[in-house]
């Protein structure tokens, strides 16, 4: 972080930090207030932004699906977050309780016990995370899934391919479960 005497106020966070050059030097993200100090701001180094700039720009843009081409993954899960995985050493992203049978999980290696950390390059922040993900994905699409699997006291990652699933064959099956967007929204 940057401390700055730079104002920033409500609605300019996210905005450039100059240097006298010009320069960004910083993206404004916070600021301190007290009745005992004012002005005091922080900002993230442009160091640190710019790898993430780059990814949100080369990424490719996608829309959201239509209910028919709905994606299904086929997994049940727990949130391990940042506080979880510090007192656990256990990977931060999704704790996979259960595999639906016969789901693209499974068939793609995708075991229980594993932990989901990305989605398509993207890291996976929690259950709500990779559901909203899904919306932008069609049936039949093939993403890697990047996964920590417990090895002894450890986990490995591994990537894997997986093919996702129509969402709508898996709503009238007995493989209820899972995750898939169709007509009746999230399982």
């Keep these: 972080m940057i401390q700055t005497d730079a104002a920033i106020n409500p609605g300019n966070s996210g905005g450039a930090l100059l240097n006298m050059n010009g320069e960004v030097i910083g993206i404004n993200s916070a600021k301190f207030t007290s009745t005992e100090v004012e002005g ?10 710019t790898p993430i700039i780059e990814d949100l720009m080369n990424r490719t843009t996608r829309e959201k699906v239509a209910e028919e081409d709905a994606a299904y993954f086929g ?22 309780t259960s595999v639906v049978s016969g789901s693209p999980a499974q068939e ?21 995370n990779l559901e909203n993900r899904l919306q932008y ?11 920590q699997v417990p090895k002894g006291n450890s986990y490995e990652e591994q990537t894997v391919e997986v093919t996702l699933g129509r969402a709508s064959e898996y709503q009238s099956s007995e493989n209820a479960g899972g995750f898939g967007y169709g007509a009746f929204g999230w399982r």
């Design 137 to 147: 994905y069609a049936a039949g699409e093939t993403v890697s899934v990047t996964i």
């Design 40 to 49: 005091m701001g922080y900002a993230i180094s442009v160091t640190t932004a």
């Design 108 to 128: 793609a290696g995708i075991t229980a016990k594993s932990v989901v950390t990305h989605f398509d390059g993207i890291r996976v922040t929690g259950l709500s």
């Design 75 to 96: 997994i049940d899960g727990e949130d391990i977050t940042a506080s979880i995985s510090s007192a656990y050493g256990v990977p931060q992203g999704i704790y996979v």
